[in-house]
């Protein structure tokens, strides 16, 4: 039977075959050395390279550490906040043996929620990588839901690098000016996103997000997929609320064997023969009830993982509707097209086809002169033209984006099975850990009950 | 180590003081074994419970070792606590179980016996064996009511908890040099149901055992005044111990209930997996194996929490009851001396009263009677010798009765001590050996669930 050791070095060796098989010589870098092993293959596990990526092959980044601030908030109040210092070098230097200091600066988490605002309204058609949630969701009592903790803030900063390599690593993502600028201009880079006008963008994209309108014709591979996303949302998050409840119900128990400890202990002081076996199996008992909170914290990362697949969810289901939208406007500016086309041919002809109230009121206050009627059809055909150049563009439009969503998703469905693939491997693999855990202690309890 | 019977009886065998008269008192009312029941269970025909246990004397004998490693290979009787059965009458509804009794001692007339009992006959053991032999340990019986948390599903589960305990409480008495060649342990292994009633119906009267309450009562108000170092410190000892196994006793339960509540979750949480799995394609057979691995870790852990409740619970809970009794010996033990103690008083007095000078009062009546004073100081110094005689004999039987149940409870003491330490020790270790089977068979599941990993 394999050790636990040993499964994760194997675990480890099959992910970086399996990056080097993606055709990608290139391992992907992560960071400075204060890494441990667990975040390296965690982080490894998250990020898989992509095929022909750019950014990350010229440039390697990490978000290495968190610090707190206190400034002014935008009513003039002061605030206490969280920056991560994101730190870059390029890689040239790496492999020509230089070892040169990394560029860094520092943002906080509104910045990066700017950022990816911003590209999910400058790209509608890729699936955005999730930053890790804003506020602590799904938390079992021992996490508190505070954003300073200690704990939340360190998973943090894990989250956002991982956002940061996977964008990074995205191959039409990976090109963005505003990322380069994101990750190397610390003071202007504001200004600049701001620039680009996208904020308009993103209240009119949300607006249309929420909107309820009827497609007619939506590519069914699009709908299917909103479907599987709504599912998959809702999956991993009563997933992760029951797996939550689980956690704490188990914190519950090693704790109250903590009781253990501190009675043994009393008990030995009275008994003679019995005194040390029963000392010794207290602080075992002690080291039971102590050994949850490191198991449970690692346990935090898997469920960090599915969280992220979670928010995944949603961008995936954004990516639909604005197929759904595009389709619709598509459709929208067809029928208006037709039915532009039909009054023309109605003017034309004096055949009224349909019911209006022009044509009530023309019947009961008498037609139009002539003239009025030659400026009423040029306009149309002026309308006519507008019409059938928007239908095209609109048309072009719609295929361009299924395309490039489609691929995208595509994508993003193959990273999805890689990554939770692993991730439960990592689950099971933590679970392993924890029961040998349990084996050793009571092994040992064992011990020190026959001494009594 | 043979059987041998001490030659010391004690004196006080059908002249007992009870010291705890509480138990007397309540002990009118019947209906210990009627808390069992409601209307509802489906025990009409009897016989609805376990099978019974085995009775080949060879599997009588690996039973017996595993409850007692001293004294298991010269063991004489064998006794079997089982088959539950409930009865109706007319008035009310009880469980009895059937005492089966194997024995080769002399006392028997027969090798074996078999009698059906119900708890207030075993109350009536319990009662008669603590009269007769006030400072020997008696193993605690099964409580008469349902202590609420400690029982859930009330028919069976209770029924079989109560059944082992009164197994184990003859099976303790039988192994005691002492209490098992009691004359009442004999009748009530042998007796039939009729002559059981008969026998109990013998011995003091309801009101004459009234008297001695009172007069012991009267006695543990006084105290004690001069106890003897070592009881002092086993008294010391019992109250540790007692607050001890109290709180081992509470926190075992509420591990019990967190493991139960952790279950509880665990149960709904494989689903969540098996519901997801019918979303993928890739991933739908590793979901299902998760689901797989974790239904098979609630089937352990319902396991291991059932090994929990039938072993660890039971024993602590019978040691809590094991440290009331020890501090009611203590307190008979007391009492005993309280009275030696208190007749030696009332012998000093009687000296000095004997000594002093007529008292005035004394000589003025019998002045007024026409006595001569000579005469009447005379008369009254030959009265208070007898009196005085008479309390010297009481005394000299008391002063043995003291010495008598300051060793019995010696004896008993060390005896008592390693039955517990190996009681309490087989329990903690049974615990921690199912713990790790429960861990090793949880990780080996989880493990077979791992996809095969391409190995270099």
């Not at chain 1, 601030?69 to 890689?91: A, D, H, S, W």
């Not at chain 1, 998973?155 to 990322?179: M, T, Y």
């Not at chain 2, 009442?184 to 001695?212: H, I, N």
């Amino acid at each position: 039977m394999l050790s636990v050791s040993c499964l994760s070095a194997l675990l480890l060796h099959t992910l970086e075959r399996r990056m080097a098989d993606a055709g990608n010589k290139e391992s992907a870098p992560i960071g400075g050395d204060e890494f441990t092993n667990t975040e390296l293959e965690n982080n490894k596990n998250n990020t898989m390279v992509e095929e022909g990526s750019t950014l990350l092959r010229r440039m390697e980044i990490s978000v290495a550490e968190a610090e707190k601030r206190t400034g002014k908030n935008t009513v003039n109040m002061q605030e206490i906040f969280t920056v991560y210092l994101i730190e870059t070098r390029p890689i040239d230097a790496i492999t020509e043996g230089h070892n040169p200091a990394p560029d860094s600066l520092w943002r906080r988490y509104s910045e990066f929620e700017i950022l990816r605002n911003y590209l999910l309204v400058t790209y509608p058609f890729i699936v955005v990588p999730p930053l890790p949630e804003k506020r602590a969701e799904f938390v079992w009592h021992k996490l508190s839901a505070d954003n300073m903790d200690p704990d939340f803030v360190e998973r943090r900063r894990v989250g956002l690098e991982n956002f940061l390599l996977r964008v990074a690593s995205h191959s039409v993502l990976s090109n963005d000016k505003i990322l380069y600028h994101f990750l190397t201009e610390e003071h202007r880079w504001k200004e600049v996103v701001y620039e680009t006008g996208f904020q308009a963008k993103a209240d009119s994209r949300i607006k249309a997000l929420s909107a309820t309108f009827r497609v007619k014709n939506p590519d069914k591979r699009f709908t299917e997929m909103k479907h599987y996303s709504d599912e998959l949302q809702s999956l991993t998050s009563q997933l992760l609320r029951v797996r939550a409840r689980v956690a704490d119900r188990l914190y519950g128990v090693y704790k109250v064997h903590g009781n253990y400890g501190r009675v043994f202990s009393e008990w030995s002081a009275l008994e003679k023969e019995m005194g040390d076996g029963l000392q010794s199996a207290g602080h075992h008992m002690d080291a039971y009830a102590a050994s949850v909170d490191d198991m449970l914290e690692e346990e935090e990362h898997y469920a960090d993982q599915l969280k992220e697949y979670l928010f995944y969810a949603e961008a995936l289901r954004a990516v639909c509707r604005k197929h759904e939208l595009t389709q619709y406007e598509l459709e929208t500016a067809s029928s208006d097209l037709i039915s532009k086309k039909q009054q023309r041919e109605e003017l034309a002809t004096g055949m009224v086809r349909t019911f209006s109230f022009k044509g009530m009121t023309n019947k009961l206050f008498g037609q139009e002169t002539p003239e009025q009627r030659e400026a009423k059809l040029s306009l149309l055909e002026e309308q006519i033209v507008q019409g059938e150049e928007t239908v095209t563009e609109k048309t072009v439009e719609c295929e361009e984006y299924v395309k490039g969503a489609w691929v995208d998703m595509q994508r993003f469905k193959e990273q999805k099975d890689r990554d939770l693939r692993e991730a439960l491997i990592g689950y099971a693999v933590m679970q392993i850990s924890m029961c040998k855990k349990g084996i050793q202690v009571w092994t040992n309890a064992k011990e020190c009950f026959h001494k009594m | 180590m043979s059987r041998t019977i001490d030659a010391v009886v004690s004196p006080t065998q059908t002249n007992t003081i009870p010291a705890d008269i509480s138990g007397q008192m309540l002990d009118l009312d019947e209906d210990d074994d009627l808390e069992v029941f409601s209307k509802d269970l489906t025990l009409a025909d009897g016989n609805m419970f376990n099978a019974s246990m085995p009775t080949s004397p060879g599997s009588m004998v690996n039973q017996c070792k595993f409850e007692e490693d001293e004294e298991s290979d010269s063991k004489d009787i064998f006794i079997t606590v089982d088959n539950p059965e409930s009865h109706v009458t007319a008035i009310e509804t009880f469980i009895t179980y059937r005492v089966l009794t194997k024995t080769t001692r002399s006392e028997f007339d027969n090798s074996e016996y078999e009698v059906r009992r119900r708890y207030q006959d075993f109350l009536w053991l319990k009662g008669k064996l603590e009269d007769a032999h006030s400072t020997l340990i008696v193993h605690p019986l099964p409580e008469k009511f349902v202590v609420k948390g400690m029982v859930e599903r009330f028919n069976g589960d209770f029924i079989e908890t109560r059944r082992k305990a009164l197994h184990k409480f003859l099976n303790r008495i039988a192994d005691h040099p002492i209490l098992s060649c009691s004359e009442d342990f004999k009748v009530f292994l042998s007796a039939q149901a009729w002559e059981l009633t008969t026998y109990k119906k013998q011995g003091p009267g309801f009101l004459s055992r009234m008297g001695e309450t009172v007069r012991a009562v009267a006695n543990s108000v006084r105290g004690v005044k001069n106890r003897p170092e070592e009881f002092t410190a086993i008294q010391e000892y019992v109250e540790d111990f007692s607050n001890k196994i109290g709180s081992l006793d509470k926190v075992t339960q509420r591990i019990v209930k967190e493991q139960k509540e952790y279950l509880e979750e665990l149960k709904e949480y494989g689903p969540t997996y098996t519901l997801w799995s019918g979303s993928e394609e890739e991933l739908a057979e590793q979901l299902k194996g998760v689901a797989g691995c974790i239904e098979r870790c609630c089937k352990e852990t319902e396991e291991q929490v059932g090994h929990l409740s039938d072993t660890l619970v039971p024993v602590l809970h019978e040691y809590v009851l094991c440290a009331e009794t020890l501090k009611a010996v203590l307190r008979r033990r007391d009492n005993i001396q309280a009275e030696f103690e208190a007749k030696n008083e009332a012998l000093a007095t009687k000296k000095v009263d004997r000594d002093a000078e007529s008292s005035d009062l004394g000589f003025v009546w019998g002045s007024l009677l026409g006595k001569n004073p000579e005469e009447a100081r005379h008369q009254r110094q030959e009265r208070l010798d007898g009196e005085i005689e008479e309390l010297k004999e009481e005394i000299d039987k008391l002063e043995d009765r003291v010495e008598w149940a300051n060793n019995a409870l010696k004896g008993d003491w060390g005896r008592w001590q390693r039955s517990m330490r190996g009681d309490l020790k087989s329990a903690f270790l049974s615990t921690a050996e199912k713990n790790v089977d429960y861990y090793e068979k949880c990780s080996g599941v989880r493990f077979l669930s791992l996809p095969p990993i391409v190995l270099p």
